[in-house]
Nanobody, 123 residues
């Protein structure tokens, strides 16, 4: 049984930083991603990482966010720097049993999801 547990969310001022973590159990880390959903908006993909550590990020977070993973610890990370108010959302990690093919920004091909961690950025 695959279980994903996120942590690290919180409230910060604009320009601040947070690091989200996602601990995976029962999963080998072939293709994982971070998604977010703001109140009243559709879910959107933040970025993904494949089994070789290659990453893809959406344009609005490039240069500010970094995705990484620690295979030994079965943990996925999202380092978020220079946060903006528009980054406020519930953040979810997700995983799929198949290899990545690019990045599925809608997340429809991801089978496993965490419970989410809230990130709130104030001006």
């Amino acid at each position: 049984q695959v279980q994903l547990v996120e942590s690290g969310g919180g409230s910060v001022q604009a320009g601040g930083s947070l690091r989200l973590s996602c601990v995976a159990s029962g999963y080998s880390g072939r293709c994982m991603g971070w998604f977010r959903q703001a109140t009243g908006k559709e879910r959107e993909g933040v970025g993904g990482i494949d089994m070789n550590g290659n990453t893809i990020l959406r344009n609005s977070v490039k240069g500010r966010f970094t995705i990484s993973k620690d295979d030994a610890e079965n943990t996925l990370y999202l380092q978020m720097n220079n946060l903006k108010t528009e980054d406020t959302a519930m953040y979810y990690c997700a995983a799929r049993p198949l290899d990545c093919i690019g990045f599925d920004y809608r997340g429809n091909s991801y089978n496993y999801w965490g419970q989410g961690t809230q990130v709130t950025v104030s001006s």
